[in-house]
């Protein structure tokens, strides 16, 4: 089985949020390369993502065996996790992310302007 890459979404690098040189939402999924469930998740959320600006949103992916340390630091123990670090609050989805509906009201929340 193919190790799931730790990159951004396929494509151009995406361009940086104006006001601050950085997206709105920073996103990390945490995955383990012997887990087909890993390899799903990202599949789900790359599909998720299709829908939102790409400028908007910064995918990391992370291979837990790999950064054991950085998985601490964001309280991920399980495999996949999605983590979101660039709003508060810090929000934890644990599974195959294969709810389309979740994922959707995660984003649009994340994105939402605050006041």
Known sequence: MRSPRSSAPRGPLPKQ?????RPEVELVLYVSAISPHSTTALRNLRRALASFASHRIRLTVHDLSKDP????RDGVHFTPALVTTGHRPRTWI?????NPQVLQALL???LEPTE
């Open 17 to 21: 949020h104006d006001a601050d040189n």
């Open 94 to 98: 644990v599974g195959h992310l294969g």
């Open 69 to 72: 340390q950085r998985a601490e």
């Open 108 to 110: 649009e929340s994340a």
